[in-house]
């Protein structure tokens, strides 16, 4: 009986372990434990400066860590690069949306996909007929991933037209083009009207049932009560307590951290 539970032991999606980066001194990581679990939604909050996104930078192959590791889906991701981490289907989003202002929300959606693995430069150049194949494929693809993020409507608009929850949506649908089993996605409701933050959860509780799942950097405490569990907390470089969102709003530990300590 013992055996069969381990054998059938839940492995985690994503495993960090022992994780540091500093900045000329500023201890950023502190050595972060934490994991995620495939078919949910897990909630990332702290106070500002916490490393919520410093951790997203290192998971992600953007920024290396200077200890730790990280395994993704069965396998050690840490220092791979950003574009191999992608390709194994750990896909991040920014806190400030990147992407090119003056191309289209299709181009922009386009591009994200080009950069998947066995799309090579030379067949996009001699416009064989497997990269015309894989161009169509493409284009099929970004427009149903507009359609499901009501983004049809603008596809051929600059993404500097749209609105700022628009924007949010684009991030969100250039980390689709890349085929994800895990998205990390860094305040993908800030700074958005309420209407569209509702939307926004939507559309991420319908991912995790197509077997997305979802770590989710959120301050908009609405939105981590309503998608989230569990829920992460950071503060001040560590993992300080994890939960579901009603056990840590009633946490002392966790108002002192968001409180800021009395010295
Ligand atoms: N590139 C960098 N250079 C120097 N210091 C940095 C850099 N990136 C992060 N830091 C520092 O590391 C600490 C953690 O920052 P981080 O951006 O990870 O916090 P956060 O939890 O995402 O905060 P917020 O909720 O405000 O987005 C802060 O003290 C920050 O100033
Ligand atoms: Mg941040």
């Excluded at 930078?57 to 730790?68: A, E, K, Q, R, T």
Aim: charged content about 25%; glycine content about 10%; aromatic content about 4%.
């Amino acid at each position: 009986m013992t055996a069969c539970r381990l054998l059938t032991r839940a492995v985690s999606l994503l495993e960090v372990r022992g994780l540091t980066r500093s900045y000329y001194g500023v201890h950023a990581l502190r050595g972060v434990d934490l994991s995620v679990e495939a078919g949910r939604i897990t909630g990332l909050i702290g106070p500002n400066g916490a490393g919520k996104t410093t951790l997203f930078n290192c998971i992600s192959g953007l920024v290396p860590p200077d200890d730790g590791t990280v395994r993704f889906d069965g396998r050690v991701v840490t220092r791979w690069r950003p574009d191999r981490i992608t390709g194994a289907g750990l896909v991040r989003t920014f806190q400030i949306a990147r992407g090119f202002p003056l191309l289209s929300v299709l181009e922009n959606l386009l591009l994200y996909g080009t950069q998947q693995p066995g799309e090579h430069l030379v067949h996009a150049v001699l416009r064989s007929p497997a990269a015309r194949r894989r161009e169509a494929a493409l284009r099929e693809r970004a427009r149903s991933i507009a359609g499901r993020l009501n983004l049809t409507r603008m596809l051929d608009q600059r993404a500097a037209e749209l609105s700022g929850g628009q924007k949010k949506l684009l991030e969100i649908g250039r980390a689709l083009m890349a085929e994800p089993k895990l998205l990390l996605l860094d305040e993908p409701v800030a700074g958005v009207n309420p209407t569209l933050a509702r939307e926004i959860g939507e559309h991420l509780r319908a991912l995790v049932v197509e077997g997305i799942s979802v770590l989710l950097i959120e301050h908009h405490m609405d939105t981590i009560a309503a998608l989230c569990d569990p829920v992460i907390v950071m503060a001040e470089g560590r993992h300080l307590r994890q939960g579901s969102f009603a056990e840590l709003a009633g946490d002392p530990v966790v108002q002192e951290a968001y409180m800021g300590r009395r010295r």
